[in-house]
């Protein structure tokens, strides 16, 4: 059974940082791409950011660019989000999620990623 497990979201102050991780099992994702969703209350799953198969390539939403990095470990099957100068509109629950066909592109797209963590919550007051 493949399963991705975030952890690292808490409540913060604006300004303040946090470093999320997700945990892969189940599945060796070292040759998909993966991402850092994020939904908050009533509103759609959008994308954060994304990570390549090697690590070399990147891609982050404009709202997050220049503040958050997206990282991998593939010895440890664990992909990271490092998010710096938070603000409350980053307040929303953060999904890890892994592509399934191998040495594909890291997208945007939430359609492409076919495996989904349970979400961590992070919540940012001003």
């Known amino acids: 059974q493949v399963q991705l497990v975030e952890s690292g979201g808490g409540f913060v102050q604006a300004g303040d940082s946090l470093r999320l991780s997700c945990a892969a099992s189940g599945r060796n994702f070292s040759l998909n791409p993966m991402g850092w969703f994020r939904q908050a209350p009533g509103k759609e799953r959008e994308f954060v950011a994304a990570?390549?198969?090697?690590?070399?390539?990147?891609v982050y939403a404009k709202s997050v660019e220049g503040r958050f990095t997206i990282s991998r470990d593939r010895a440890k099957n664990t992909v990271y989000l490092t998010m710096n100068s938070l603000k409350p509109e980053d307040t929303a629950v953060y999904y890890c999620?892994?592509?399934?066909?191998?040495?594909?592109?890291?997208?945007?797209?939430?359609?492409?990623?076919?495996?989904w963590g349970q979400g961590t919550q992070v919540t940012v007051s001003s």
């Open positions: 990570i390549s198969w090697t690590g070399a390539s990147t």
């Open positions: 999620a892994g592509r399934s066909s191998t040495w594909s592109m890291a997208t945007s797209e939430v359609r492409d990623y076919n495996y």
